[in-house]
C-alpha cells in the first residue's frame, strides 16, 4: 500500500471559479472574455486536468512556458493561448505560428525580433506596458519606437491582432484603489496620442483587480489564484467570495504518541506539553510540499474536527493536538488543505499565500480526480 497521503482535484469546481471570474468580469456591463491562467502547472493542480476541466467553458489559456503550450494543444485545445512573458528567441517564433499562440511583448526588442522574422502569417500581439509594477512591460521612453515598429509591421500588412496589456502591483491590497487608478492614469497616458488605440482590445485585470474593481475588465481578464478557490485578499475569505477549493491535500494518522506535562514534539523540542497530550503523526511532511516555516498552532482537520499542528514539520511528517479529538486515532483521515480546511488559513499561518501551497505541492504527491 502506498504511504496515505494524496491530492484531489475538483474539477467542477475549477469550472465554478472560472465561471464565477467571467461573470464578475461583466459587471460593469461589458462582456470581458477570461484568460484561464494555468501557468506553473496550473498552480500545481496538473496543466492538463486542468485544461481538460475547464476545455468547453475557457475562452483562453494563459500560460509562461512554450512546451507546456505545445502540450495543450497536443492534448486537443483549441482555444486561445496565450504566452504572458512572450517569446525568448527567434526560433520560438515558429512554434508560436505552428500552434497559433498568441504572444505578449515586453520588451522593444522582442518586437524587432518579431518583425525582422517576417512571419508568413501574423501573431496576435498583447503589448504589456509597465504602468507601475516595474517588473515586465514596455516605458514610456520606449514607446515612439515601439510606435515605428508596430507602423512599419501594418505597412507591410505584418501586423496581426493588437491587445494592450497591464498588471497591476497592488489590487490584492487593502487601499491599493489609489495604486490602481494611478496605473491606469499611467496606461491611458501613455497611449493618448496613438491613433488607432481605440480599437485595440484591453487586459488588465488579475483575480484581485476582477473581484474588486470591476471598471478594470476591460475585453480579456486573466484570473488565476480564484480558479484554484484561493482568496487573493488576506481579509476576505475564499468562501464569503464564492470561491470553492478545488486541490485537497489528505493524509492519515500513521501514529499517536500519549505524552505526558513537560514532554516535548519533534526535533528541537519546540512543542513542550502543558497538560497530558495525544500527539497524532501525519503522514505529511516539507518533502510533499507541506510548509515547514508553518509554526505549531497551524490549523489541521482530523477526523473531521479541527485542531492545530505541533512542534516542527518534519520531512515525512508533522504532529497534531489529538487531546480534545477522542474520536481521532491511527488511520484517522486527515485535511491539511481544501475541503473543509481553507488553504488561505492554513498559509497565513504560515506566512506566505495559497499561491505558495498550491505551487508547492510536491511531485511524489499522487493527484486525482474527485468524482462528481
Ligand atoms: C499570474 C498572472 C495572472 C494571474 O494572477 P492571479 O493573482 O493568480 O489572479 C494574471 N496576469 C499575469 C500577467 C500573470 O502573470
Known amino acids: 500500500m502506498p504511504r496515505p497521503i494524496a491530492a484531489s482535484i475538483d474539477r467542477a469546481a475549477l469550472r465554478h471559479n472560472y465561471l464565477l471570474a467571467r461573470r464578475h468580469a461583466s459587471r460593469g456591463g461589458g462582456r470581458a472574455k477570461a484568460w484561464a ?36 494543444r497536443e492534448a486537443g485545445i483549441r482555444q486561445p493561448i496565450l504566452l504572458l512573458e512572450g517569446f525568448f528567441e527567434t526560433a520560438d517564433l515558429a512554434v508560436c505560428l505552428t500552434h ?42 520606449q514607446l515612439p519606437a515601439v510606435r515605428r515598429e508596430l507602423e512599419a509591421m501594418a505597412a507591410a500588412s505584418e501586423l496581426g491582432e493588437l491587445t494592450l496589456m497591464t498588471h497591476f502591483a497592488e489590487a490584492d491590497v487593502e487601499g491599493g484603489e489609489q495604486c490602481i487608478d494611478w496605473q491606469l492614469e499611467r496606461f491611458a497616458g501613455m497611449t493618448a496620442d496613438w491613433p488607432d488605440v481605440a480599437s485595440w482590445q484591453v487586459s488588465m485585470a488579475n483575480s484581485a483587480a476582477i473581484l474588486r474593481y470591476p471598471k478594470t475588465a476591460h475585453d480579456w481578464v486573466r484570473p488565476g489564484i480564484m480558479l484554484y478557490g484561493g482568496s487573493p485578499f488576506a481579509a476576505e475569505d475564499a468562501t464569503s467570495l464564492d470561491l470553492k477549493p478545488v486541490m485537497t491535500l489528505r493524509s492519515r494518522i500513521l501514529a499517536v504518541q500519549e505524552i505526558a506535562v513537560g514532554e516535548r514534539v519533534g526535533y528541537g523540542g519546540t512543542f513542550v506539553a502543558q497538560r ?59 485535511v491539511l488543505w481544501g475541503e473543509g480546511m481553507p488553504a488561505d488559513e492554513v498559509a497565513a499561518a504560515a506566512g506566505t499565500i495559497s499561491y505558495e501551497l498550491f505551487c508547492a505541492l510536491a511531485r511524489r504527491v499522487p493527484v486525482c480526480d474527485v468524482l462528481a
Not at 497559433?100 to 506596458?129: F, G, W
Not at 500527539?279 to 482537520?301: E, L
Not at 499542528?309 to 484517522?332: E, I, W
Request: hydrophobic share 45%; with cysteine.
Open 37 to 72: 491562467v494555468v501557468k506553473a502547472n496550473a498552480y500545481g493542480h496538473g496543466l492538463l486536468r486542468a485544461a481538460a476541466a475547464l476545455a468547453d467553458v475557457a475562452d483562453g489559456f494563459a500560460l509562461l512556458d512554450i512546451d507546456e503550450a505545445v502540450r495543450l
Open 276 to 334: 497530558p497530550t495525544r500527539v497524532g503523526v501525519v503522514a505529511c511532511g516539507y518533502a510533499d510540499g507541506y510548509p515547514r516555516h508553518a509554526p505549531g498552532g497551524t490549523p489541521i482537520v482530523v477526523a473531521g474536527q479541527r485542531t492545530q499542528t505541533l512542534g516542527r514539520v518534519s520531512m515525512d511528517m508533522l504532529a497534531c493536538d489529538l487531546t480534545d479529538c477522542p474520536a481521532a486515532g491511527v488511520d484517522s483521515p486527515v
Open 100 to 141: 497559433d499562440l498568441s504572444v505578449v511583448i515586453h520588451r522593444l526588442e522582442q518586437l524587432q525580433m518579431l518583425r525582422q522574422a517576417r512571419l508568413p502569417r501574423c501573431l496576435p500581439i498583447y503589448l504589456k506596458l509597465n504602468t507601475g509594477m516595474n517588473r515586465l512591460g514596455l516605458s514610456a521612453p
